[in-house]
C-alpha cells in the first residue's frame, strides 16, 4: 500500500494497475473511490501491468526480465549482449 495524502489514507493497487483508495486500518476501499482511480490505458500484454503513459511502458518491457525473454537470457548468459557487439 502506498501512503496518500495527508490524512492516513493508503492506496492499494488493482489487479488492472488502477489503484483505490481503502481505510488504512481494515485495507477495504472506501465507498464513492473507484471514481478515483488513476486511469492507465498502457497494458504489458505479458504481465498486464498498467501505465498511465507510454514512457513508463516502455521502460518496464526494457528493464523487467519476466516480460522481456531476450533481457532474460541475457541474465542467465544465454543470448549475446548487444552492446558488446558494437
Same mark, same amino acid.
Given at each position: 500500500? !502506498?501512503?496518500? @495524502? /495527508?490524512?492516513?489514507?493508503?492506496? =492499494? $493497487?488493482?489487479?488492472?494497475?488502477?489503484?483505490?483508495?481503502?481505510? %488504512? &486500518?481494515?485495507?477495504?476501499?472506501? #465507498? @464513492?473511490?473507484?471514481? *478515483?482511480?488513476?486511469? =492507465? #490505458?498502457? +497494458?504489458? $500484454?505479458?504481465? @498486464?501491468? +498498467?501505465?498511465?503513459?507510454?514512457?513508463? &511502458? !516502455?521502460?518496464?518491457?526494457?528493464?523487467? %526480465? /519476466?516480460?522481456? %525473454?531476450?533481457?532474460?537470457?541475457? !541474465?542467465?548468459?544465454?543470448? #549475446?549482449? *548487444?552492446?558488446? &557487439?558494437?
Amino acid at each position: 500500500h !502506498k501512503q496518500h @495524502g /495527508h490524512q492516513n489514507q493508503q492506496l =492499494k $493497487e488493482n489487479d488492472d494497475g488502477t489503484f483505490s483508495i481503502v481505510d %488504512p &486500518l481494515t485495507s477495504i476501499p472506501y #465507498p @464513492g473511490t473507484v471514481g *478515483m482511480e488513476k486511469e =492507465k #490505458p498502457y +497494458r504489458c $500484454e505479458v504481465c @498486464g501491468k +498498467r501505465y498511465k503513459n507510454l514512457n513508463g &511502458l !516502455k521502460y518496464h518491457r526494457s528493464h523487467a %526480465p /519476466h516480460c522481456n %525473454p531476450e533481457l532474460a537470457l541475457q !541474465k542467465l548468459g544465454l543470448a #549475446p549482449n *548487444m552492446q558488446s &557487439l558494437q
